[in-house]
């Protein structure tokens, strides 16, 4: 009669056998899996590297890179690593609009069945250069379209200004309200700027974008967004 412990326990061995050989046998070793970076006043994008070896005794194909933003691009030179081969993952984030901390993953497929996925992290903090409150002025739908404030904080310790505030509407009727022209008035002694905005109707929903232009001390310029929606 067969012992049925006995072949299970044979069995797990032999599994874990298989596992164990499956991790010596490939293996993608990495120096690094976080890259952290504090981005400059004017940088415009992030280039990034993680170098790797393929430290196992088989090769390794990377048959897929994924990033977890349209804003990260990821690549690779090739994608199969014989034994004691290097490589290196490079790839750019692009900072935007974007401030405060970020936090972006760049995920590998491999056909290594003891590594078939590796997850690399990118974090980058972004100076706060310009703060916007709030980031949406929100009106109900049916509700009186009443006046909403935009306040709009520029970092002057950072030297930075704002240089314009200028709305684009789609499809809706939306007001800039001020005593300027330009629909914003500098709060004296503060640096604060205030829009004060408000939409022609409340009956359908409708959606407006907002756009300040911050001056670097650079002299470049950089666009911050706001949102003016009914729903």
């Known amino acids: 009669m067969i012992d049925l412990i006995s072949v299970?326990?044979?069995?797990?061995?032999?599994?874990?056998?298989?596992?164990?050989?499956?991790?010596?046998?490939?293996?993608?070793?990495?120096?690094?899996?976080?890259?952290?970076e504090t981005a400059g006043v004017s940088q415009e994008k992030v280039e990034f590297a993680f170098?790797?070896?393929?430290?196992?005794?088989?090769?390794?194909?990377?048959?897929?890179?994924?990033?977890?933003?349209?804003?990260?691009?990821?690549?690779?030179?090739?994608?199969?690593?014989?034994?004691?081969?290097?490589?290196?993952?490079?790839?750019?984030?692009?900072?935007?609009?974007?401030?405060?901390?970020?936090?972006?993953?760049v995920r590998l497929t491999t056909d290594s069945v003891a590594q078939p996925q590796i997850l690399l992290t990118l974090e980058v903090d972004i100076p706060?250069?310009?703060?916007?409150?709030?980031?949406?002025?929100?009106?109900?739908?049916?509700?009186?379209?009443?006046?909403?404030t935009l306040k709009i904080l520029p970092n002057e310790e950072m030297g930075v200004e704002i240089a314009g505030i200028d709305l684009e509407a789609e499809g809706v009727s939306i007001e800039m309200l001020d005593v300027e022209p330009t629909g914003a008035a500098e709060v004296e002694g503060t640096g604060v700027r205030e829009a004060l905005v408000t939409v022609a109707s409340t009956e359908a929903p409708n959606?407006?974008?907002?756009?300040?232009?911050?001056?670097?001390?650079?002299?470049?310029?950089?666009?911050?967004?706001?949102?003016?929606?009914?729903?």
């Open 207 to 231: 959606r407006g974008l907002i756009r300040i232009t911050a001056m670097l001390p650079d002299g470049q310029e950089k666009l911050y967004f706001a949102h003016a929606l009914v729903r």
């Open 51 to 105: 170098p790797f070896e393929n430290s196992g005794e088989t090769e390794v194909t990377i048959t897929e890179i994924k990033s977890s933003c349209g804003c990260t691009t990821a690549k690779l030179d090739k994608k199969t690593y014989a034994p004691g081969e290097s490589g290196e993952i490079t790839g750019t984030f692009n900072i935007g609009s974007r401030q405060g901390l970020q936090r972006k993953t």
């Open 128 to 148: 706060k250069l310009v703060s916007i409150e709030p980031g949406m002025l929100l009106w109900r739908k049916g509700e009186v379209p009443d006046v909403k």
């Open 8 to 36: 299970t326990r044979v069995v797990g061995l032999g599994a874990l056998l298989v596992i164990a050989s499956g991790s010596a046998l490939a293996d993608l070793s990495f120096e690094e899996r976080v890259w952290k």
